[in-house]
């Protein structure tokens, strides 16, 4: 692409932050605009107990995380980082987390136009994943088939499947 991607200790505390913002709405069911900001070093000490009773299974949580980036020159960069998402220039990533909050997964930044199902095919996470694993996702993750031939179950919560509005 048509930018360096550099890892600062302020971008890790940012990423930090919208995964834990993230499992945090996976697990309550809390739609964006109920989400309160936390602070950055909460960890969770346990899995909360609706995920545990439901999921008892799940090893894995997944979901990307979109930064803004400068707006590329090159026009072909420029093209692939263009979120619709977000209406900025991004770098997306796909992040593993384990049910009790530990990172496991950090994907290479892809560019902000490309889809969940793309990131997960082309990260490499699947090389992770064992027979009889269960990952958990939002709705925007349509990754049925690639999970299928590894026996990999996907776990959607049902108050992702619908609007919380």
Partial sequence: M???????????????????????????????????????????????????ENYPRTTCIIDCAETFIQRPTNLRSRGETDSNYKSHNTAKYLVGISPHGQIMFISKAFGGRASDKFIVEKSGVMNYLLLGDEIMAD??????????????????PAFTKTNLS
Avoid: A, C, W
């Avoid at 913002?21 to 960890?43: A, F, H, P, Q």
């Avoid at 709705?139 to 999970?147: P, S, Y």
């Fill in 2 to 52: 048509g930018y360096e991607n550099k890892t600062t200790p302020g971008r890790r505390k940012i990423l930090k932050h919208q995964l834990t913002v993230k499992k945090r709405k996976l697990e309550t069911g809390d739609s964006d605009s109920d989400m309160e900001i936390t602070e950055l070093d909460t960890t969770l000490e346990s899995e909360p107990g609706t995920n545990k």
């Fill in 139 to 156: 709705r925007g993750f349509t990754i049925d088939d690639l999970l299928f031939p590894l026996r990999v179950k996907l776990n959607i």
